[in-house]
């Protein structure tokens, strides 16, 4: 089975290039999609140099749009999802692709050893992780980590909501349809906000993303898969 890499950036020049070497050393993989999504700064040219499809949005619609755009641009069985400031360690992500590729699991998700520093207060995780919970009976220790490896058969299930409510939005739509979750162990580290207000506010809005995720799930008024924006151009 191919497995294609879905980069989603936003102003991520400082990190794109090292990001792209490290998940070109992983011999699984044969293709990569970077989607630049509306940077204003040298993110798209600097993928460019390292030989890679660029998919270019005119303007900053998400997160959760960059990674639809990223699929529909995508040919491979299965797909590996990398955050563009991941840098060098994104070579430790070939262990999400061993269970998928062995048929063990169909969606694969990467567990982060604790954050050195503080943090927030728990509040968005514990949502996360209740709301998970509360709709499909599954536990994550990890609800909001946005490595992840899924088959091609499972993401068509997906509406991918916009916003920071994508992952969880995704782990509960493969949960529902059937399809397998596991969590793998991997050593990484997210970049972190710590107790500062830059961090508070970004804690903010992903609670606010993640309760609305949740609940059009309750309702069953999911987010609609859509076309892609107006604005995106295909680089080579």
């Known amino acids: 089975m191919k497995v294609g890499v879905v980069i989603p950036a936003y102003n991520e020049a400082d990190r794109i290039r090292q990001t792209i070497r490290a998940v070109r050393t992983l011999p699984e993989i044969v293709e990569i999609v970077v989607v630049d999504d509306g940077s204003d700064d040298e993110t798209a040219s600097l993928a460019l140099r390292e030989g890679v499809r660029v998919v270019w949005h005119q303007h900053n619609y998400g997160k959760g749009q960059a ?18 400031d991941m840098g060098e360690q994104a070579s430790e992500l070939s262990s999400l692709l061993k269970p998928i590729l062995a048929g063990q699991t169909d969606l694969a998700i990467a567990v982060f050893p604790p954050a050195k520093g503080k943090q927030g207060f728990g509040l968005v995780k514990g949502l996360a992780r209740w709301g998970i919970h509360r709709l499909t009976g599954f536990t994550p220790l990890a609800p909001l980590s946005g490595q992840r490896a899924v088959t091609k058969e499972a993401i068509r299930h997906i509406s991918l909501a916009d916003g920071y409510g994508v992952e969880v939005g995704m782990t509960v739509d493969v949960l529902l349809a059937g399809y397998r979750v596991a969590e793998i162990p991997v050593a990484m580290q997210n970049r972190e906000y710590g107790r500062t207000l830059r961090g508070f506010l970004h804690r903010g809005r992903q609670f606010l993303h993640i309760a609305r995720v949740l609940l059009e799930r309750w309702t069953g008024r999911k987010h609609p898969a859509g076309e892609l924006q107006d604005g995106m151009e295909m680089k080579e």
């Open 67 to 84: 990674l639809k755009s990223g699929i529909q641009s995508i040919q491979s069985d299965i797909l590996l999802f990398v955050d563009a």
